[in-house]
């Protein structure tokens, strides 16, 4: 577990350091995480709308149906643990989170003027009985209350690393089930906001529910072991641990990738050099693709161009030192070689 915690936080915080140097690159971070964190956090709950949709939702601020107001409502609540980090996360503020997040999308019976007033159960529409019965509504108060006691010591002698803790409280707040509806986005919200807190600056650009939503199977399968386990979360923090590295690791490679492009862009434009729209494609296209082989059918076929108007293009790319350019029988193959093939042909 040490080590997944280490590997986390070399790939995460420093890896992270060296891509976001400009303040352009973080606040497209910071923007991109707001939608996928109000998208994938509503999709997880059954929510029915596309990225693109969910977009237009929290640029406009208006939603059409229930699933846009969970967008919305997501999406309001991250701006508002954004902007209030310095607060205790208490009862009062735990409870204004949920509001935020269920404005407008709750049942009539599931109402309440703060926790939960009766039985709840966590079904599986497959299966005919409960997957789990949260405690008893009456010991909610008690049990939260813990709750934020444990968020809140800082205590040398109780340290516990914090993403072990986020962890932990992800986990308690959906056995407890303070709320008829809503759980799981408080839980995954708090979570969040405990992190930034602790200094975990680098999961402002991280979207914790489109980490779990890559592998929602393993996610819930952690929480019901864990409670087939008497309560035994070691499962959970792992699997939740090995879900968050790999994502991160993958999001990481993505910005590597987009980073390439802003430098090559803004090599291009310092050095005066202008290609056309096609072209510019072709080379973001190539720098965030596996393979780096084009041959003028390829190139053709993905912009709707003639034969000649490819081979024209790759040519003038190729004299750019972008590419090289190859036989191979009785064609020819281009190979990408991107920003350090065009500053080798500089020279």
């Known amino acids: 577990m040490e080590k997944k915690i280490h590997d986390l936080h070399f790939v995460a915080r420093y890896k992270l350091e060296e891509i976001a140097t400009k303040e352009l690159i973080k606040k497209q971070l910071l923007e991109e995480m707001l939608l996928e964190e109000s998208y994938f956090s509503s ?22 149906d229930t699933s846009e107001q969970m967008v919305l409502n997501n999406f309001n609540a991250m701006n508002f643990i954004l902007d209030n980090l310095d607060k205790e996360i208490n009862e009062d503020l735990f409870i204004q989170i949920h509001r935020i997040l269920t404005r407008d999308i709750l049942k009539k019976e599931d109402i309440s003027d703060g ?19 949260p405690p008893n509504h009456e010991l909610i108060s008690s049990m939260m209350n813990d709750l934020f006691n444990f968020i809140n010591d800082a205590s040398p002698e109780k340290f516990i690393q914090p993403l072990i803790k986020a962890f932990i409280i992800h986990f308690y707040i959906g056995y ?15 979570s969040y906001m405990y992190l930034l807190k602790q200094g975990y600056e680098f999961f402002k650009f991280f979207s ?27 499962y959970f923090i792992c699997t939740q641990l090995d879900i968050t590295l790999e994502s991160v690791k993958a999001v990481i490679d993505k910005l590597y990738k987009e980073l390439k492009d802003l430098h090559l862009r803004e090599t291009l434009a310092i050095d005066g050099v202008l290609l056309s729209p096609r072209q510019e494609k072709c080379i973001t296209f190539l720098e965030k693709k596996e393979s780096n082989i084009v041959t003028i059918k390829d190139y053709e076929k993905k912009f709707k ?43």
């Open 208 to 234: 914790i529910s489109s980490i779990i939503n890559k592998d929602r199977k393993r996610y819930y399968q952690s929480f019901i072991d864990a409670e087939n386990k008497d309560l035994d979360i070691t």
């Open 43 to 64: 999709f997880i709950e059954g929510a029915f709308t596309t990225k693109k949709r969910a977009r237009e939702v929290v640029k406009t601020n208006k939603a059409s």
């Open 305 to 347: 161009v003639s034969y000649e108007t490819a081979r024209r293009d790759l040519l003038e790319l190729s004299e750019l030192g972008f590419f090289t350019k190859h036989s191979k029988g009785k064609k020819f193959v281009f190979l990408y070689q991107g920003l350090g093939g065009y500053l080798a042909q500089k020279k």
């Open 115 to 133: 926790y939960r007033n009766d039985k709840v159960y966590v079904a599986d529409p497959n299966l005919t009985a409960p997957v789990f019965i």
């Open 176 to 190: 407890v089930h303070p709320f008829f509806d809503g759980n799981g986005r408080v839980a995954r919200a708090i």
